[in-house]
């Protein structure tokens, strides 16, 4: 039978196959953490017609039953169906989101000047097998051929030597031992028959407030074999880092908490890995990028102390713990590495973002603006780098946004208002129909309708200016795009503008107090590094009409992408790169914005398009005043 996927394609369902399985053997990717037991209710679906076959609705509340919703992994066909993927339920097995400018990374690593050097090496070692004369033990044995092949100064875990005796006998005295090595010391990982988890891969993982992306990494070319992306599952306990750090502490949910975003990001490697045909054993080492909370949460540490004066974390630089410990389906005695954290509400998604722009490298005076749930700025050079956070909230990764998602296939990313018409102009990532509408969309919809008088420098709507504005569950909302066969409409609210306001307010209040705090003014910047999962390309002219970034020329800007992930994809594949972020962490210095004073005046002074003092921005004023 046939089963069709709103928006997308059609496709041939086995009999007594799941919706799950079928949707999986065509390359669409849904969240289940449980393998398909029905225990995690993530794998949703929505029934618009035909009829299913609904073996356990888990837990699925009453509401969503009545709404046709279902757990793909409980349900075959009855007959022909129709349906649609919620956003949330999707994993997104590639994608524009996480690559942005960094579209050969390969390459990109080798413009540092730095050898291909992963955390985990490996070496192939031919051990004599014992006799009645040469009578070592095993694993003395073993310590003499790492010797002589110079390895010395080798420790062993206690896991590795309980395998230790079989290993060697089954293996014929030929194996491969993978291991760490940290200054004079190396540390054995694990054993491997010759022939045994031959290929070498590596993940990459960015722990966002919001979105959760993966890299798969060949460790021995550098090249991507895969992306994956998905929601992070603690947005169910709170949109922010605030929320999640009061529901670990006072709710008792810590646990909690690290199960949900484990569960996300063993989904995406257990997608990524069996789409590939890759065994777990096979992933020689980890690298997580994260803000402060979301690093704590990963690693199970209470995150409490981070929103209690003085603002002190449990740890900046991570021991480098093992696969085992992390949760991780990966090889148990893998290493993962946390990437460096500079203070409470700066993490190690800005030191890596900071290595992936390689702003640190440079004599010129640049400013590095992270666009995410937690907004976070730097200001310097290769001498000094300062830095802050501003909580933006998560509306430009798609969070509490009606119609809002990541920049993934299906999301508006573009639009443009005719001016005499007043009809928008969309533009759709993958060029599929549009689902929904991604930061960049959202961007040049409120510019669009503020050139355009549909709304004024408060965000608010003119009814009158425009049949598209109408009165919606919200209020006020202006429809963007309207697809009758599939009964969807993409509108922006009333609510879902104040949202952006406040969000951009609060991004541009930080980078002012933060510039004012090392005694510059923003004409002295030589390079702006925009960061963020934005889409294909950032507008700089509508951001900057929007309020959210400095005036300041056009050429000045980079938009760089998810350079969280690209920086813990460089320290993945190259010890050199791992230490130079350690120190781009140990010479940034940490201003506490909560501490400043006048955060709240300029914020409150940025909560218009583009802001109440117009002499900040002279370009948008003197096309406010030729329009």
């Given at each position: ?327 991780l389906k990966i090889n148990p005695q893998s290493p993962v590495y946390t990437s460096p954290c500079v203070a409470s509400y700066v993490g190690g998604d800005i030191t890596t973002g900071i290595l992936a722009s390689k702003m640190h490298r440079n004599s010129e005076i640049s400013l590095f603006m992270d666009i995410g749930t937690n907004a976070e700025v730097a200001i310097g050079n ?122 951009k307010a609060a991004i541009f209040a930080g980078v002012s107090l933060l510039v004012n705090e090392v005694g510059l003014t923003l004409d002295v910047i030589d390079r702006v590094y925009v960061a963020g999962g934005f889409g294909n390309s950032l507008n700089v002219a509508k951001t900057v009409m929007l309020g959210m970034i400095p005036d300041l020329p056009e050429e000045k800007y ?8 690209i920086g813990a994809y460089l320290a993945l594949m190259s010890d050199t790169l791992r230490v130079e972020l350690e120190e781009i962490c140990s010479k940034m210095t940490y201003v506490e914005l909560s501490v400043v004073g006048g955060y709240m005046d300029e914020y409150m002074s940025a909560m218009f398009i583009p802001h109440t003092d117009m002499s900040k921005f002279p370009t ?8």
């Amino acid at each position: 039978m046939q089963l069709q996927i709103t928006g997308e394609s059609t496709i041939n369902v086995n009999d007594e196959e799941t919706i799950y399985d079928a949707l999986k053997r065509n390359g669409i990717y849904l969240v289940a953490p449980c393998g398909g037991k029905s225990t995690c209710g993530k794998c949703k679906v929505k029934i618009l017609d035909g009829k299913a076959d609904c073996k356990s609705y888990g837990r699925l509340q009453q509401r969503e039953r009545l709404e046709g919703v279902v757990l793909s992994c409980q349900s075959t066909l009855k007959t022909p169906l129709s349906i649609e993927i919620p956003k949330q339920s999707r994993l997104v097995l590639g994608g524009k989101i996480a690559v942005s400018i960094f579209k050969d990374t390969t390459a990109y690593l080798k413009s540092y000047n730095v050898e291909i050097d992963p955390i985990v090496k490996r070496s192939f070692l031919q051990l004599p097998p014992p006799t009645i004369s040469d009578n070592l033990s095993d694993l003395e044995r073993l310590k003499r051929a790492l010797s002589d092949n110079g390895l010395g100064q080798m420790r062993f875990s206690y896991e590795l030597v309980t395998g230790i005796s079989d290993t060697l006998r089954e293996a014929n005295w030929s194996i491969t031992l993978s291991y760490t090595q940290h200054g004079d010391f190396s540390e054995a990982l694990s054993l491997f028959l010759a022939d045994e988890c031959s290929r070498r891969y590596g993940l990459a993982i960015d722990i966002g407030t919001t979105t959760v992306v993966v890299y798969l990494v060949d460790l021995i070319s550098g090249e991507i074999i895969d992306i994956g992306s998905t929601y992070n599952s603690q947005t169910r306990y709170g949109d922010d880092v605030i929320t999640r750090i009061v529901f670990a502490t006072e709710g008792g949910g810590l646990n909690d908490l690290r199960q949900a975003v484990t569960e996300d990001i063993n989904t995406l490697v257990e997608s990524l890995t069996d789409k590939h045909h890759i065994n777990s054993c096979e992933i020689d080492a980890a690298v997580i990028s994260g803000n402060t909370t979301m690093s704590q949460i990963f690693w199970g540490l209470n995150p409490g102390s981070i929103r209690e004066e003085p603002y002190i974390p449990t740890v900046n630089y991570f021991p480098l713990w093992r696969g085992a410990v992390s949760g991780l389906k990966i090889n148990p005695q893998s290493p993962v590495y946390t990437s460096p954290c500079v203070a409470s509400y700066v993490g190690g998604d800005i030191t890596t973002g900071i290595l992936a722009s390689k702003m640190h490298r440079n004599s010129e005076i640049s400013l590095f603006m992270d666009i995410g749930t937690n907004a976070e700025v730097a200001i310097g050079n290769n001498e000094w780098i300062m830095t802050a956070a501003c909580s933006a909230g998560p509306c430009f990764e798609g969070g509490g946004i009606k119609h809002g998602m990541r920049a993934t296939a299906g999301a508006i990313e573009s639009i443009k208002i005719d001016p005499a018409t007043l009809e928008p102009i969309i533009e759709v990532i993958g060029g599929v129909p549009p689902m929904g509408i991604c930061g960049s969309g959202m961007i040049d919809a409120i510019t669009e309708m503020f050139k355009t008088g549909i709304i004024n420098q408060k965000g608010l709507f003119n009814p009158k200016k425009s049949e598209r504005i109408r009165e919606g569950e919200e209020g006020l909302e202006y429809l963007i795009h309207s697809d009758a066969a599939a009964s969807r409409d993409i509108v922006l609210t009333k609510v879902d503008i104040e949202n952006l306001i406040r969000a951009k307010a609060a991004i541009f209040a930080g980078v002012s107090l933060l510039v004012n705090e090392v005694g510059l003014t923003l004409d002295v910047i030589d390079r702006v590094y925009v960061a963020g999962g934005f889409g294909n390309s950032l507008n700089v002219a509508k951001t900057v009409m929007l309020g959210m970034i400095p005036d300041l020329p056009e050429e000045k800007y980079t938009f760089l992408g998810n350079t969280s992930i690209i920086g813990a994809y460089l320290a993945l594949m190259s010890d050199t790169l791992r230490v130079e972020l350690e120190e781009i962490c140990s010479k940034m210095t940490y201003v506490e914005l909560s501490v400043v004073g006048g955060y709240m005046d300029e914020y409150m002074s940025a909560m218009f398009i583009p802001h109440t003092d117009m002499s900040k921005f002279p370009t948008v004023a003197a096309a406010m005043l030729g329009g």
